[in-house]
């Protein structure tokens, strides 16, 4: 189960924190990913973490968004900076054990959070 906390309201220029904490998956190696979708289009992928630390980002991002990993609280975050109002949509988390690349195809991930508003205004 992936569980989504974070997320919210910020204007343009502004920072927000998504946190996704897993349950009940715990077969290593993974890959840990975020998508976004705003209303009429299909999830886009934003950012991608492996279990051994290897991350990916889309170029829409890079540079301002930054995919961690937090082995305690068996969670992974998100920290957006510098936000924009192309950025606002709903962000999910998603999860696949696998030995293979990690994927930016939403299609990939057989487990998904139950998304996370993100609005950000001019």
């Known amino acids: 189960q992936l569980a989504l906390s974070g997320g919210g309201s910020v204007q343009a220029g502004g920072s927000l924190r998504l946190s996704c904490v897993i349950t009940?998956?715990?077969?290593?190696?993974?890959?840990m990913a975020w998508f976004r979708q705003v209303p009429g289009k299909g999830r886009e992928w934003v950012a991608y973490?492996?279990?051994?630390?290897?991350?990916a980002y889309a170029e829409s991002v890079k540079g301002r968004f930054t995919i961690s990993g937090d082995n305690a609280k068996n969670a992974l975050n998100l920290h957006m900076n510098s936000l924009k109002p192309e950025d606002t949509a709903l962000f999910y988390c998603?999860?696949?054990?696998?030995?293979?690349?990690?994927?930016?195809?939403?299609?990939?991930?057989?487990?998904w959070g139950q998304g996370t508003q993100v609005t950000v205004s001019a």
């Open positions: 998603a999860r696949r054990s696998s030995t293979q690349a990690c994927s930016s195809n939403s299609w990939w991930y057989p487990y």
């Open positions: 009940g998956l715990t077969y290593r190696p993974y890959c």
């Open positions: 973490r492996r279990s051994d630390g290897t991350t």
